[in-house]
């Protein structure tokens, strides 16, 4: 536990640190190739704002998470737009072949759900954005849909876990 006393006093001296590492777990986990590798994202977040409930108000959290998030999708987005001209890309990709088709047909159909609710979905936060690149939609409805999705995922990790942390302290 020596760590993890260090850990907080480094957090409590430098808060911008710990703002920054919620920024960059949020985008390693909304980002296709970074995503796989890590731990699943609720139990990092959790690490972190528990390590860091001293140092930082919730909404600071909250705020660094939703900002990571929508850059992750951003950049899976503007990714998938480059697809074509990216082989080593398209061959990664090919192990899901079978959910893009399925995410390519529904963005056609219906792209603002999907867009939103994806986010909630572990694999599809980051197929879901690539796919909408491959299909050119507006960046505009994929950026607005992204920042609400990013900020209602964001409130729910971080406010409901600020809301349950302190019955286990």
Same mark, same amino acid.
């Given at each position: 536990?020596? +760590?993890?006393?260090?850990?907080?006093?480094?957090?409590?001296? #430098?808060? %911008?640190?710990?703002?920054?590492?919620?920024?960059?777990?949020?985008?390693? $986990?909304?980002? %296709?190739?970074?995503?796989?590798?890590?731990?699943?994202?609720?139990?990092?977040?959790?690490? &972190?704002?528990?390590?860091? $409930?001293?140092?930082?108000?919730? +909404?600071?959290?909250?705020?660094?998470?939703?900002?990571?998030?929508?850059?992750?999708?951003?950049?899976?987005?503007?990714?998938?737009?480059?697809?074509?001209?990216?082989? +080593?890309?398209?061959?990664?990709?090919?192990? #899901?072949?079978?959910?893009?088709?399925? &995410?390519?047909?529904?963005?056609?159909?219906?792209?603002?759900?999907?867009?939103?609710?994806?986010?909630?979905?572990?694999?599809?936060?980051?197929?879901?954005?690539?796919?909408?690149?491959?299909?050119?939609?507006?960046? &505009? $409805?994929?950026?607005?849909?992204?920042?609400?999705?990013?900020?209602? +995922?964001?409130?729910?990790?971080?406010?409901?876990?600020?809301?349950?942390?302190?019955? %286990?302290?």
């Amino acid at each position: 536990m020596e +760590w993890v006393n260090a850990l907080m006093s480094h957090f409590a001296l #430098h808060p %911008f640190s710990l703002w920054g590492l919620l920024f960059g777990i949020a985008f390693a $986990k909304s980002t %296709f190739l970074i995503s796989a590798v890590l731990p699943p994202a609720s139990v990092m977040l959790v690490a &972190v704002i528990s390590v860091g $409930k001293a140092t930082i108000a919730p +909404w600071e959290a909250g705020i660094a998470v939703m900002i990571g998030a929508w850059c992750g999708t951003i950049v899976n987005y503007h990714l998938g737009m480059m697809m074509g001209h990216l082989p +080593w890309l398209a061959r990664i990709m090919s192990r #899901h072949a079978d959910t893009v088709v399925r &995410v390519r047909r529904r963005l056609q159909n219906s792209s603002v759900p999907i867009l939103f609710t994806s986010r909630f979905i572990a694999v599809l936060r980051y197929i879901v954005p690539l796919v909408a690149g491959m299909l050119h939609l507006h960046p &505009v $409805k994929v950026y607005a849909v992204s920042l609400i999705s990013a900020a209602t +995922w964001s409130a729910l990790y971080v406010g409901g876990f600020s809301l349950v942390l302190p019955f %286990f302290s």
